[in-house]
């Protein structure tokens, strides 16, 4: 099985009614444009998370020819399940990052709904993780090298780990993380831009939740000023 993405949000605004776009609007106006759409599935999915289907056509930038006519660009139609939780003001995509962040751009434009990524604090967080299988290093200063990645257990407590932190800029992590309920093992993978990856299989999604918001309780949120 794929990994599976989480990406995570703060929500200052949410809508539950249902909310088809261009459609419901000017079909003229907005042309061309890609369709979103969010619907409520089922309430109190999982401890207080209601579950959404949302759909969004998203825009992959390539070029090409069909039907004798050239093209720049194509919509590829993608659905996925986002969980809202009222009173945690928190929102869970089930997306990968990019085609998550697009979604959220373009459905926080019709003032409805206000989405807002998690941003990772890697200084927070590094040392709150008990071992790291994987780190990838961006922004670099360094002439001959921008950006890096190191493997290995315990890879966060290396020589070289330490020098490219002070250099860079950690933009993704992969860790190895026991579940306080199950004490199971995983394999977790955390991204600044917001994303924990799942790269084990689970039985079902309430599964793939409880280890999400484990791993954001434990190790990604902050205390409360």
């Known amino acids: ?19 088809i776009a261009p459609i419901q609007e000017s079909l003229l106006e907005y042309e061309g ?6 619907k409520l599935a089922r309430t109190d999915f999982f401890n207080g998370f209601d ?12 070029y090409g020819k069909a039907f004798n006519k050239y093209f720049n660009y194509y919509f590829l139609p993608l659905d996925f ?4 939780n009222r009173d945690l003001r928190l ?21 409805r709904h206000e989405l807002v990524p998690i941003e990772i604090d890697f200084e927070y967080i590094l040392p709150r993780i008990t071992e790291m299988t994987g780190v990838w290093i961006s922004k670099i200063n360094h002439n001959n090298l921008k950006t890096a990645g190191y493997f290995g ?8 780990f330490e020098e490219a932190v002070k250099e860079g800029t950690v ?3 992969q860790i190895k993380y026991i579940s306080p309920l199950t004490q199971e093992e995983h394999t977790i993978g955390i991204s600044k831009k917001g994303t924990i ?29």
């Open 51 to 62: 579950q959404f289907v949302c759909h969004h056509d998203f825009k992959v930038k390539v």
């Open 153 to 160: 257990h315990h890879v966060n407590k290396s020589k070289e």
């Open 171 to 173: 933009s993704s992590a």
């Open 91 to 111: 929102a869970l995509l089930s997306v990968k990052s990019k085609i998550g962040l697009d979604f959220i751009d373009n459905l926080n434009k019709y003032k």
């Open 33 to 38: 444009e890609p369709e979103i759409q969010i």
């Open 197 to 225: 990856t799942l790269y084990d299989t689970f039985n079902q999604i309430e599964d793939e939740l409880e280890i999400v918001l484990s791993v954001y309780n434990n190790i990604i949120k902050k205390p409360a000023i």
């Open 1 to 19: 099985m794929a990994a599976k993405a989480y990406l995570l949000c703060n929500v200052l605004k949410f809508s539950q009614e249902e909310f």
């Open 81 to 84: 399940y986002l969980f809202y």
